[in-house]
């Protein structure tokens, strides 16, 4: 039988107003006196090290960083169900090993007296893989908020059953994004291949169904749809579907196309649904002014399911491993080693002679 979402699932305006401004409240809630300072701290620092070097044009002097991230991507798993063609996951073509994330490393990386979340704010439970493959991570929720912190995941929901759904919103975790890039079986498996709609919308009503049941407002749902040239034309529809069956936000991204330059089956006709124009050549460029800085490498790191620290989503493959780290202190020490201070150094000197950034999105609207 085909999905249908709960008979009293449709949501106002207004209703989906307020559960997005109690989100954003509950996004602030971890800040606690020594986060606060922490956070301000590296927002000062990131504006003292874009101040160029008095009589030396261009030059930046980047001090060592003298605060610790505010936001953590965890990978629970490389592994993917899903076969999506722009993803690394989806393409099998990691060069490093796929594996599931030891609930313990992030226990041990976030807890005891120089546990990351000391200082943390945000913990993201995703990276590279599907998250909800990995049998612990509800698991792995907890930890997070045992420490007190704001914990999120993205899904392509097809491992959520009722059951799941209502370990999921016992976890306490408080984001769920769910990738849903289609109205209808045909245009979703066009990107998400081997993707099935049904599973995606039955997730979604579990989800919501578990939160009712409960009585519980987390976790926030989101839809995320994901937009390219197949699927674009849907997007009126998937608003409409979306106020319909309850999620409590919308929200649509553009496409980070590999190799856009010749031109992209992916693209939108949209300009405002893309990130990439023509150049005066003739050849698609990203839309980006491509400063001298990084905002999001800067107050974040991001860690593989096997404990290796990169700089950012961006480094899907650990290019740029900066150190391997077994628990709190190994991080805090990975944070301030020379290999760290001189890749944040490269960003600020020369970002576009870092191949990972120049096809980047940072200083880029993804959001359409
Ligand atoms: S790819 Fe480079 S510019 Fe982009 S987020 Fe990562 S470090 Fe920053």
């Known amino acids: 039988m085909p999905s249908a979402p709960h008979p009293q699932a449709a949501r106002t305006a207004l209703s989906r107003k307020w559960a997005q401004w109690r989100d954003r409240r509950a996004r602030f809630a971890p800040l606690n006196p020594r986060r606060t300072a922490n956070a301000l701290r590296l927002m000062q620092s990131f504006r003292r090290a874009q101040k160029?070097?008095?009589?030396?044009?261009?030059?930046?002097?980047?001090?060592?960083?003298?605060?610790?991230?505010?936001?953590?991507?965890?990978?629970?798993?490389?592994?993917?169900?899903?076969?999506?063609?722009?993803?690394?996951?989806?393409?099998?073509?990691?060069?490093?090993?796929?594996?599931?994330?030891?609930?313990d490393r992030l226990a041990a990386l976030l807890s005891g007296p120089q546990g990351l979340a000391r200082d943390l704010v945000y913990l993201n439970l995703y990276f590279q893989g599907e998250p909800y493959l990995h049998k612990g991570m509800d698991d792995l929720v907890a930890i997070g908020k045992r420490e007190g912190l704001y914990v999120s995941t993205s899904t392509n929901a097809h491992f959520i059953d009722a059951q799941r759904a209502e370990r999921i919103v016992e976890s306490g975790i408080d984001r769920l994004i769910i990738s849903?890039?289609?109205?209808?079986?045909?245009?979703?498996?066009?990107?998400?291949?081997?993707?099935?709609?049904?599973?995606?919308?039955?997730?979604?009503?579990?989800?919501?169904?578990?939160?009712?049941?409960?009585?519980?407002?987390h976790p926030h749902v989101v839809w995320q749809f994901l937009v390219v040239g197949i699927n674009e034309h849907q997007l009126p529809t998937m608003r409409?579907?979306?106020?319909?069956?309850g999620v409590d936000e919308f929200v649509v991204k553009t496409a980070q196309l590999?190799?856009?330059?010749?031109?992209?089956?992916?693209?939108?006709?949209?300009?405002?649904?893309?990130?990439?124009?023509?150049?005066p050549s003739g050849r698609w460029v990203l839309r980006n002014p491509m400063l001298?800085?990084?905002?999001?490498?800067?107050?974040?790191?991001?860690?593989?399911?096997?404990?290796?620290?990169?700089?950012?989503?961006?480094?899907?493959?650990?290019q740029h491993a900066m150190g391997q780290a077994q628990d709190g202190a190994g991080f805090r020490e990975i944070w301030q080693n020379p290999a760290y201070h001189s890749f944040r150094e490269s960003v600020f000197k020369h970002r576009a002679g870092i191949e990972m950034c120049r096809n980047c999105t940072e200083g880029t609207e993804v959001w359409a």
């Not at 995606?200 to 578990?210: G, I």
């Open 52 to 103: 160029p070097v008095q009589g030396e044009k261009g030059a930046r002097s980047l001090d060592p960083l003298q605060a610790w991230p505010m936001s953590l991507s965890v990978e629970p798993t490389t592994a993917c169900n899903l076969r999506c063609p722009e993803c690394p996951s989806g393409l099998r073509s990691f060069t490093r090993p796929t594996g599931m994330l030891e609930p």
């Open 180 to 217: 849903i890039d289609g109205a209808d079986q045909e245009a979703y498996a066009s990107y998400r291949v081997g993707g099935k709609i049904e599973k995606v919308l039955d997730a979604t009503r579990h989800v919501l169904d578990a939160k009712r049941k409960l009585g519980r407002p």
């Open 240 to 245: 409409a579907m979306a106020r319909q069956w």
């Open 258 to 279: 590999d190799a856009p330059e010749d031109g992209h089956p992916l693209l939108t006709e949209d300009p405002r649904l893309r990130r990439y124009d023509r150049d």
């Open 292 to 318: 001298d800085r990084c905002w999001r490498m800067w107050q974040g790191a991001v860690l593989t399911w096997d404990g290796k620290v990169v700089p950012c989503c961006f480094d899907k493959d650990a």
